[in-house]
């Protein structure tokens, strides 16, 4: 597609600052971590190969043109060259900022320019729309729909069958009846916490969330969950929507006055780690930035949180073998990669079997199971490879997308594993203790 104003650099408040990409020396540490480049070997699908186009379309010697997205977009924003990179190149920053600079100057497809305005705009920042959306996609799951449509072939002709598989089941009950409550410790109270309870996990997680909630007031936590609170924006922010994300972020400033809470806690490693980062949206001038500092001090997630807070609840015997999947932006984004571990090792009973490359992505990465689904689906293929090696019962993680991802393929690979968050297994060792 034709590019629309500028394309011969990048600009405007999200322009990339010279040391940022200057950080990077292009030793190639970083190939050999890079789901893409492990996938198809191509220098234009690595970190230093994308880090290399944005510096050329920022000088104005490569055109923001339809080669550049391409490669842009087949990043799973996985943040695992973030580990490896010995210079400290924050990749997560510059991608998104390129992807801030498609979005301003690139002319999509009319078919994706909706469906971004759908998702981005329209639809995560609103609840009521969310929750409106879910119970469509309910009455699609429950009445028999979803069988006729695999039945007839329809999915399959509509190009759809695979993006079917991975849609998350819609919950009978949402969360969004418990915003506003306020839950009290069990025994004397070690903590008082503020739980953000995500937005698309209030239709499709909401006993995931009721459990967190229970894990923590079993352990001493008073837990109070916002009602003002809305989508932390890291959907809109990996898709260059900043303008958005700045909205979202504002709102979630005003819903959750860090003065009131020890800590603000949340269970989606993904929000975790934009909700961390609110101030890469905010120039320094900007009232917002000082906002997003003093908001940030006070998150954490749920497991970094309980590890560092130390298991008081009494937890009984759940004879089961595990291994565990890190969520990229728990391990590479917020650098949390012991804090699940020693949570799983508490669990009496539990056998934790570590698999092969288990900080390497399984392919959900926010919405790109939706959009790069053969990508995302290989990677979930060796995903489940590694997962089925340790012939574990469960695979254990730390992210709902992660969790959604990896049912899937227990299911598509029929592996047999059960698919739990780490604190799901925790609630399940607090039964009957």
Wanted: glycine letters at 8%; hydrophobic letters at 40%.
């Amino acid at each position: 597609m034709a590019a629309t104003g500028p394309v011969s650099g990048f600009s405007g408040a999200d322009k990339p600052e010279y040391a940022d990409y200057s950080r990077c020396v292009h030793c190639g540490l970083c190939l050999n971590h890079c789901p893409t480049y492990r996938l198809w070997g191509q220098e234009a699908d690595s970190p230093r190969g994308r880090i290399r186009q944005m510096q050329l379309v920022d000088e104005g010697r490569l055109e923001l043109g339809e080669g550049f997205v391409t490669h842009i977009d087949r990043c799973l924003d996985c943040r695992a060259c973030e580990t490896a990179c010995p210079s400290g190149v924050e990749y997560g920053k510059l991608v998104e900022v390129a992807r801030a600079q498609i979005e301003q100057h690139y002319q999509r497809s009319l078919a994706s320019r909706v469906a971004r305005d759908f998702v981005y705009r329209w639809l995560l920042p609103h609840p009521r729309r969310i929750a409106a959306a879910a119970r469509v996609l309910r009455v699609y799951q429950r009445t028999g729909l979803a069988a006729f449509a695999r039945g007839t072939g329809i999915l399959k002709l509509l190009g759809l069958q695979d993006r079917e598989r991975l849609l998350p089941k819609i919950d009978t009950d949402f969360f969004f009846g418990d915003l506003g409550r306020t839950f009290p410790a069990r025994g004397p109270r070690r903590a008082r916490v503020a739980f953000f309870a995500g937005c698309v996990a209030q239709v499709t997680f909401s006993e995931l969330n009721r459990a967190t909630i229970r894990v923590l007031q079993a352990n001493g936590g008073e837990v109070v969950v916002p009602a003002g609170q809305t989508c932390c924006g890291a959907l809109p922010a990996h898709a260059g929507v900043r303008d958005v994300a700045r909205d979202l972020a504002r709102a979630n400033f005003e819903a959750f006055p860090a003065i009131d809470f020890d800590a603000i806690v949340t269970n989606a490693a993904g929000c975790g780690s934009t909700l961390k980062e609110y101030m890469h949206l905010f120039p320094a001038a900007d009232p917002a930035h000082e906002q997003a500092a003093q908001f940030t001090i006070k998150i954490r997630d749920v497991s970094e949180f309980l590890a560092d807070l130390g298991l008081t609840a009494p937890l009984r015997e759940v004879p089961l073998r595990v291994t565990y999947q890190d969520s990229c932006h728990l391990a590479h984004g917020q650098k949390i990669r012991e804090a699940p571990r020693k949570l799983i090792r508490a669990v009496p009973g539990v056998e934790l079997i570590e698999m092969k490359l288990a900080d390497q992505c399984c392919g959900s990465a926010g919405v790109y199971n939706v959009t790069e689904t053969e990508a995302s689906l290989e990677l979930l293929a060796l995903k489940m490879d590694s997962a089925r090696g340790t012939k574990a019962q469960a695979i254990v993680t730390a992210n709902p997308g992660c969790i959604l991802q990896l049912r899937a393929g227990a299911a598509i690979h029929d592996t047999g594993q059960e698919v739990l968050h780490v604190v799901e297994l925790l609630d399940r060792a607090l039964q009957r203790a």
